[in-house]
């Protein structure tokens, strides 16, 4: 069957000015280049698990195709459309279908309203349904994400973590969504919590032929819950595969580096990298990863790898991915 794109990132770059102690009247100080080049394809129906340290550019990169932040530069496709060049207003009518999970469900709540009234309040900005069809829906919605009825007259500080995620994405949903952003959404949760969370995304995604983009720096958690992964270093994507093929043989340094401080059920050394992620304020020329990178010539500090097609739908940024001089698997 072939897979229809639902929505396709191109080149997209994402840059936050910083100022000096006189704000914007002393003028531009510095660039944080938080997402310098990233373009990926999210397939109808299909969960892109989106791995990478913190300040790898991950959670920006789901804001800016979802427009909560505006993208510096590059396209955002979707239905026939560029959402990075729509105004307020047209981005509006998208607004419902493209839902974002945070990883903090409680800023998503309103502590003084009841979470019935929270649930139902986007119903009512979109003038859908009257009162009985709108409690009903969220009747509906509480049931899908394993809540109860009575939930509808709590406030948020009456549920435990695990709940709040629950509402979280019973918010998400209320409106039909058809692509779901997912922001590190289990990071905050405990183990076996974790899992129950992970359980409904995908059934939901399964029962509900969901799109979801899933954001987290948890190897094992996008390795349960993905058909696909991008690993994200610095602002761009190194590798990208399908997730059996990407376990079964990484082609990318950091990717290696990544993936030998998980159990992956391989016999493996673990693979210490040097120093720290570089700042985003001056991200290294050329590759990216060359100043952590053993194999790093002078060709990398000069030319920017392509992100190219190796083997069949795995994709990887390295000029010498073909070569043998890398870690092996
Ligand atoms: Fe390492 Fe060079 Fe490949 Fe970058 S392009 S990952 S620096 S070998």
Redesign the pocket.
Known sequence: MTKKPLIEVKSLQKQFPVYGPFGKLGGVKQTVHAVKDVSLTLYEGETYGLVGESGSGKSTTGRTILGLTPATAGEVLYEGKDLVKLSKSEMRKFRKELQLVFQDPFSSLNPRKRIGQTLEEPLIIHGLGDKEERIEKVFRILDIVGLQKEHYYRYPHEFSGGQRQRLSIARALIMNPKVMICDEPVSALDVSIQSQILNILKALQREMQLTMLFITHDISVVRYISHRIGIMYLGTI?EEACTDDLFAETL???TKALFSAVPTGKKQERIVLKGEIPSPLNPPS?????TR?????E???QEV?ALREIRPQHKV?????EEEK?WSN
């Open positions: 190194v990318h340094p950091y050329g590759c990216v990863f060359h990178c053993p194999f790093a010539t060709r990398c500090r790898p940024a390295c000029h010498y991915a890398q």
